[in-house]
């Protein structure tokens, strides 16, 4: 959650270059956002944990 926030904050800092799409922070902004869609669900990888740890 942090991260998505701390790139929220990059963007306005930018300001309109933020959004751009050939700047660096529009990409980063982008990829903060998939990053937990990325690794699965949390709710998903928490199931994950929960029944390897009792294995």
């Not at 904050?9 to 300001?15: I, K, L, P, W």
């Not at 959004?19 to 709710?43: K, Q, V």
């Amino acid at each position: 959650m942090v991260i998505k926030q701390v790139m929220y904050d990059c963007a306005q800092f930018h300001g309109g270059m933020g959004y751009m799409r050939e700047s660096a922070i529009e990409r980063m902004s982008r990829d903060a956002r998939i990053l937990p869609i990325g690794g699965g669900a949390t709710e998903v990888m928490l199931e994950e944990v929960a029944k390897r740890s009792y294995a």
